[in-house]
């Protein structure tokens, strides 16, 4: 890609203080910068003015149209389960007591599963299931099969009694399936699934993670299981075909979809994927809630075996479902999958009293990895991924790659990061540029930020329509003429045009983030690269591009 021109804008000084290099002393009374000389009271006046643009926007030679702002406070976590622990005296004293009711339920269980996995292996033997043939094409299982999987519904009724749901609330009822071939639902447990397997017997859309568990493999299997990889786009555009295709056939069962694509607590509803949306056909919205005191029942940051003791504990639980009216898709086709989705999830919001949010899968990724890494308050990493997304195009691989960074640079326990924390990840200290870059993630001028604020800024920087021009200018302007590549003490003489390099080890810190291949030296491939993955560091070369000297008042 040949270089951009050289854009009006550059070709005035960034900033006042950027084109001033340390030339001066307490002692000195004169100095000079850009061939102009300056008296005792014009370096206090320069000084007066160094402090003042320290609130300028670095990147204002970026052509840039304003800088980000946060969008306010966040709802609380969608993912947090309420009562984690073991609670108080009284839920030790319930345990206590129902250990062995507990037993005996866990016999059932055993028993219910067993039965199951039997009807469902006789179910499938002979028949080649959707798993075995191509993705694509496979026919309806054949009805005499269908009704030994009765056996297993059943099965599954007494899994959900087992778990102390002797009694289920219903609303409503199930729309034919002519007129509303695809379910969805929310999804706040694994109690879901067990509970649609045993009612509506439908086809399932899940992760293909799923087809090695024991025994749930293969009694999804036998739902004619619609396989996806959510990262893999091929994946999840064969998965829309099979949905639209088994959608389309009267012979097929309902397709039953979790848009949220993981579970919450129930009082928030995360960001819809569009795949239930995208073949346009008439949607029933199902709403499934828990109504608790003393044991929240969703599956958040609560461990598996946690969650099941502690239902296998209840006297008994409660599970509340309600079939809400079907939604029909716009009219305007070009407005179907958004539209649909946002029409489908505000019925739902309304029908739960929950709150509707721009969360998504990838929040709990992150919010999972920031536990893994010791990090206290994980919740304080989410970022809206799917607010990010839409507006700076955010993908959630970039999203983990930048939070691996965050995580290095040393977050307190609230999961904000000061300024020196920042940059010694850079090699940096806290020079007047290096704070005005800071503050330019610092929204809330807390002077610490939090990784959503990193997110942010970063892209909203890399959005900028002059970014990718200035990237490539300022490599040719740091690289000496008839050379292709930057060396260590070429990327320091750049640097002195903007700040005061950085010591030994921090310049050499720096050039090796630049030094993206790490051969010892930074091609124009690596100086992209690493600008891409850390745009704000394009205000480093401001003074470069600019043609300015940088002289530092003390």
Known sequence: MASSPTPTSLSAPLLSDSSITTTTTTTTTRGVANGHAYTHGDLSAAADAAALV?????????????????RGPTPADPFRNNTPGWGDAYCWVRALLLVPVAAARLVLFGLAIAIGYAATWVALRGWTDSRERPREGAGPMPAWRRRLM?????????????FGYHWIKRKGKPAPRELAPIVVSNHVSYIDPIYFFYELFPTIVSSDSHDSIPFVGTIIRAMQVIYVDRFSPASRKSAVNEIKRKAAGNSFPRVLLFPEGTTTNGRFLISFQHGAFIPGYPVQPVVV?????????????????????????QFHNFMEVEYLPIVYPPEIKQENALHFAENTSYAMAHALNALPTSYSYADSMI???????GKANCSNYMVEMA??????????????????HFLAMNPDSDGRVKAQDFWALFGLDCSPLCKKIFHYFDFEKKESITFRQFVVGCAHIRKQP??????????????VPGTSDISLAQLADALRSSMLPPADDGMLKLFKTFDVDDDDKISKEDFVACLARFPFLI??????????VYIEIV
Request: include cysteine.
């Open 150 to 162: 009765w056996v297993t519904r059943i099965s599954a009724r007494c899994i959900l009694f087992s």
């Open 387 to 404: 607010w990010v997304k839409e507006v700076y195009g955010v993908t959630t691989s970039d999203a983990m790659e930048l939070l691996e």
């Open 539 to 548: 205000a480093l070369f401001a003074g470069r591009i600019n043609g300015e």
């Open 54 to 70: 320290c609130e300028a926007d670095p990147f204002a030679f970026l052509a840039e149209d304003h800088p980000p702002r946060s």
């Open 466 to 479: 002059l970014f990718e021009g200035v990237c490539e200018t300022a490599f040719e302007k740091c690289k």
């Open 367 to 373: 919010a999972s990895r920031a536990a893994e890494a």
């Open 289 to 313: 809630c828990y109504p608790h005191v003393h044991f929240d029942q969703s599956w958040g940051n609560i461990s598996l075996i946690t969650l099941m003791f502690k239902m296998f504990t």
